[in-house]
């Protein structure tokens, strides 16, 4: 039964689990100090045009946003997010385990804006309560939108024009930047926020995210902060050596256009049976409406995540594709929705 | 010029004062260990009707609130609490600083009730989010409304069915409990609910709160959680002293009637001109909506907190009585206004 | 019976009790933003010769060192501490619980000195370490010992040429400041320290700490690290009138040389009938040894702390003294010792 | 230039690596709760002889160390440990960082005894201290030394009799467990703890430490604990498939033979030279003395790590052996001492 669950169902892309093979027993030193984490920081560097940027890997996603944004704040500031952000709800408070409140601003897809962040900093002005300090964005969003250039420039110049950091998620970065309608790049990437992480573990690694700091504040004593929270692995290497083999040549853009492309697939398929969807979604998670019964019905012929129930009979589920998604995979999803339907 | 900015503009009622005076140069020993905390206690035990009840002394709102709470939850547990909720927006994120989320949910009277809590259940269910487990309410709240024995009977409920701990801060518990259309009473809260206090800093003492816990569970080594949180005053008996003069013949209860009084008697007078009120508030603070250029100039003649603006040419401001408020201040405000409008 | 348990057995002086008596019916504006508050920071800053220092009044001992500290440190910095110190041994892990590991240093005489600080910056120095950054004193100390200028001197030059932070906790500091030997000032203190509190709990106030900040670095935003821990009181002002009636006139620092003569008074009594003392105090705590069953037989006719016992017959117990304990309680303490031994 | 930095130099073992390549494609559910985990979780359960035992997969030490620890104690509870312990001075203050003081206890030989955990309960009486409630020992230590059953179930006694929970880490506990002088078995520490881990970094695995909770009163929502701190992997599998494949027909205490052999090879040859060790380590670590100028000569044909000098020409060195250790690099070592020597 195929599983359209998640995009970490599978193991890692050949490509990347061969260079864990091929390197093995070589010995090198620990905590990423080795030659491969600094090959491959050397090569997000060049990929992202900063050639003094501080590059950190780390194993998961939960883990890096806690680490950044614990290191970002003192304890009385806080983070601005968008409600249905991971940080706000599917991270069991880790951000508060930090000591810092996340600020859950309502949007109806996902994204901030610069006119959403004013109205918080809006009822932010004494001692009595949290100072509004970081925004927390994820591109592509948990419900699978994804940012434009003009709209992150806008961000960007929101943030600094009132002295706030900007933190991009990029969890599902991959997705992101191969998306239809996506005009964004790394470089603009490292420009426009003061860190953001190329998310390895939804796109072809065993476990990996690399994390990209551009502000220079922000860079100092970083490493202190992953020690103290258990985020720097031993055999720091494996994360090097994953990340070089994923952004040589392109493959990690390559992955995600596939995932991008399986998503389309099943996306334009669904729509042409006359469903609807929650989100507008151009990348690996697609968010389609259907009636209780047909979902019921689904769950036996393949696996994904209920997101919703309206209550009225009608389910959102959640379907996300990944680099290792065949083609049939998605072909039968179709005939099997068609059958039901 | 007169203040209706809060309730803790003046020191203590002189009862209270010659309490502290009259005993200033005994000695006694330290930490509320002492006859007077000892005395206060019993006394409190025996208006709430609970024998077994713990009860310490603390210094202030917040301090009491970010002990409490912290003490009831393990770190992955979440506090649900109004929008409005002093722990959620005047604290400087105090509760997050503890380790722990608030789960924030709107609501139009400032309180909180079955149908909202029941929400934030439905959609808080893995491991991967936190466990919602303690019910903050404030009686009065912060926008003046108060808990009909009704409303919190059918919160217990809920609590107790859902596995729910139930914590009620009291800063403003006199004018709640003396305000026209309550019908709770100090043994109603000591059985409805798990945790709740007693505010002297704003009726009539010059600091102090003084908290009762009825849930055993809650009750073991609370004193250790204070004091790593710096909230065991040295001289303890400072506040044993207070309550026990605030609680000896109902004084707290008069003080609290008088600054409802007050604010009855602003609240009629100000509707009386023609103007509508943010919150129905039967308690010690009112919210009146007031034109923008009405509020500027009253600023001239008195002082107050402004809550808010609605951008299209209206103000909502607080006022807020004490038992130190004099029928003249009053009189002369709706005058002021009368003259003003 | 009478108690030289500790030095806040008593309420107030009674200058301290009338000025809040003065003024007890004013209405001010609350957290400490009153006029009051206002003439007592000015006044300190005049004492202490440092026109730019912020002064902020805390209600309590335990509560301004969490503060402090936690404002100083980032996650991973430590704070480096005598194995006595209060914060080590007292405070139910309250720096702990703000996230910072207390690195405790042996020190026979409660005081630390640069080399004993060498010590602990020669092993700490990778990223898998905490790193020393606050060097916390206490003048006097725990038991009872005191800085010269010339070992406070030597601290800050060492601080100094290696990034540290110094912190001086000053509950006991209007003792220390009038004991024989001691030649630092308060202007002395406010140059060679980044932080240090004035104690008013136990000198003459019912409570209240009046903290020095001189360190640009630690001024920023320290309001909202107070109000976090919920440490602005309400009623501010109770602070800054105790304050102004304290150090109006030298008052702190005669009800601190009282209550080293009473020290010294019994100090000499006790050695008089031969008995050795734990630490070498001329402050207002002394630590005699006496034979265990000596301590006994006092315990029935006055109250003391034991501080420790050698399991050999011998028990330390400590006695405070305070600006109220009178002469005829000494005497009566050494008849007693005298008759009993 | 062979290293005895660390026993983490290395990637994986080839049959763990094997089993990673041969499920590489395989869909499963994620975070820990797919059948290999499942499967990992029941071999261990059956190993330790604990049917009921909840068995979580880590993937680091300092990560478990903070996840176990914080998840055991209320705010104002503290771990007791040795002074060398690895919670006490390479974790960056992660323990601290969740709230908690760690107890260190000073220890000739890195190990704990019930005398040394008595004398710190002896002092810690009130709520204005800590409560030691939890017991950390590492088992081999950080030094290299091994607990014997008597010591261990001594401790537990002690533990038992004190309220005390009994934790113990286990990163290096193939090399403790297969050491001469070892009478440990993995039903014994399921039985006289409360948790301990499987170290599978440092023995065989990429990365990884399998946790036994047997404690009921540990196990409760445990998961939370890891999710809140970033420590559920995405691919959880990954770690139920290392440890699967290691504790399959005894793999893993191959390994930890062979790395121990290793280590007893060289202590042999070095003493044999004449040097003496700084302490008595029958497992993977050894830690001889050495005049400052070998040591210098030394690092120019080998890597590792300088422990400390005693500033008086001797240093000591660690060495450490793994399961990838080959023999020559032993023999070369050792000639190459005879000659520097």
């Known amino acids: 039964m195929y599983s359209f669950r998640n995009d970490y169902s599978e193991g890692a892309h050949p490509t990347v689990l061969n260079a864990l093979t091929r390197t093995n027993l070589e010995q090198t030193c620990g905590y990423g100090n080795d030659p491969y984490c600094t090959a491959a920081a050397e090569r997000i560097r060049r990929l992202c045009g900063q050639p003094d940027a501080d590059i950190h890997f780390l194993v998961g996603g939960t883990q890096t946003n806690l680490v950044v944004i614990h290191a970002c704040l003192r304890s009385f500031e806080a983070v601005i997010a968008a409600t249905t952000a991971h940080v706000n709800v599917h991270e069991t408070g880790a951000i508060e385990a930090t000591g810092h409140k996340v600020i859950a601003v309502p949007s109806s897809d996902g994204k901030l804006t610069p006119a959403l962040m004013e109205g918080v900093l809006a009822v932010h002005s004494t001692e009595h309560m949290v100072r509004p300090k970081l925004v927390y964005l994820s591109d592509s969003t948990e419900i699978g939108t994804i940012y434009t250039r003009a709209e992150l420039a806008a961000i960007r110049e929101f943030c600094t024009a009132n002295n706030l950091l900007l933190f991009l998620d990029g969890a599902r970065l991959g997705s992101a930047l191969t998306a239809e309608g996506n005009d964004l790049t790394l470089p603009d990437l490292a420009e426009l926020t003061d860190a953001f992480y190329i998310g390895g573990t939804k796109n072809g690694a065993l476990f990996g995210e690399a994390l990209i700091l551009t502000n220079p504040l922000m860079r100092t004593d970083f490493r202190f902060y992953m020690k103290q929270r258990g985020a720097i692995l031993a055999k720091g290497r494996l994360l090097g050596i994953q990340f070089d ?64 129930t309206d209550g009225m009979g009608k389910t959102c589920i959640r379907l996300v594709t990944s680099w290792a998604t065949p083609q049939e995979a998605v072909d039968q999803f179709l005939k099997d929705l068609a059958a039901i339907g």
Chains 1, 2, 3, 4 share one sequence.
């Open 245 to 308: 083999a994923l952004l040589e040549n392109g493959l990690y853009f390559d992955l995600a256009r596939h995932a991008n492309a399986m998503a389309t697939h099943l996306q334009e398929g669904i729509a042409a049976l006359g469903y609807d969807f929650a989100s507008n979604s151009p990348s690996n998670q697609i968010f389609p409406i259907l009636p209780d019964s047909i979902v019921r019905r689904l769950q036996d012929v393949c696996e994904f995540e209920v997101d919703h």
